[in-house]
């Protein structure tokens, strides 16, 4: 059995139901959930729909997301995310190297390493090497004035962990941002690299080993091992190259408004939503929604 979920921006909510009795009528869907009026509609299906794709470009051109995806399984038990430009709407080591005068410079290594054109460990270690000089005093300086949470994201992790599951920031970022974003967004745990400073200035160097693509697909792995779970229970969403594997390796992977060559090799793709639809894609209605 199969699970059919539409969704549309919440800003919008402007899901109209007869596209979602058109879909399910021509799909032969069992009988449509409104998990939220105007912003996600769900029904059954005996069998993946062959012209799947299509259909979601249809959807796409409207404004409108959709994913089918397994029901069995659906809730799970571990969210694994990615930090910059996913629970974050910015990418702080760009915010880090404009205050520093580099912005531009770092901003054309970062998109090239984000949509997979540059390996993720030489691409940080040139980022970084621009950084050096900069005040440590920049870090809070960012993080109070540029640095803004993504949309639904504290509702995602509330609602998840209330229900009892276990909540991972995984960044190629900096620990200086993923505890500050772990702890206003309730994470129970966060990893990332650590710049390194000395006298209170960035010495253009991060402790390692390096955390890139590699270490988020090892720390799923640690985290379900110690838990007794496997993948198949993880939740993971990332937008960058980086985080393709985990999102691969993950039970439900979600390439959130992600890059193309991310987007290209994930299914479930969130472009109008924001984090709450990965709560609409495990089955929760907006009134299951922790506070």
């Not at 693509?213 to 980086?242: C, F, H, S, W, Y």
């Not at 993950?250 to 408004?257: E, F, P, S, Y």
């Amino acid at each position: 059995m199969f699970t059919v979920t539409i969704l549309a921006a919440p800003d919008r909510a402007d899901l109209p139901a007869a596209l979602v009795d058109d879909l399910r009528r021509a799909w032969d869907g069992g009988p449509a959930l409104w998990l939220a009026q105007g912003i996600a509609a769900e029904f059954p299906l005996a069998a993946e729909p062959g012209d799947f794709w299509q259909a979601w470009e249809r959807l796409q051109a409207q404004g409108f997301d959709l994913a089918v995806q397994p029901t069995l399984g659906r809730r799970k038990a571990v969210l694994l995310a990615d930090m910059d430009s996913t629970m974050i709407q910015q990418e702080c080591i760009d915010e880090l190297a404009d205050v520093a005068g580099v912005g531009e410079r770092v901003a054309a290594i970062t998109a090239r390493a984000m949509n997979g054109e540059l390996n993720f460990h030489e691409a940080l270690l040139a980022r970084v090497g621009l950084l050096a000089g900069l005040s440590e005093s920049a870090i809070p300086q960012v993080l109070d004035q540029r640095i803004t949470l993504a949309p639904g994201g504290r509702q995602l992790v509330a609602t998840m962990r209330a229900q009892g599951a276990y909540a991972a920031l995984v960044s190629g970022g900096f620990t200086d941002f993923t505890g500050p974003v772990a702890g206003a967004l309730g994470f129970d745990e966060h990893r990332a690299n650590t710049l390194l400073a000395e006298e209170g200035v960035l010495t253009g160097h991060v402790a390692l080993p390096i955390l890139g693509r590699e270490a988020k697909v090892q720390a799923l792995r640690d985290i379900t091992a110690a838990r007794g779970l496997t993948p198949a229970d993880v939740l993971a969403v990332g937008d960058g190259a980086n985080d393709l594997d985990m999102l691969k390796l993950a039970g439900m992977g979600v390439a959130l408004h992600a890059k193309p060559v991310v987007a290209a090799q994930v299914s479930l793709r969130i472009n109008h939503g924001d984090l709450t639809a990965l709560l609409y894609l495990q089955g929760y209605a907006a009134e299951e929604f922790a506070p």
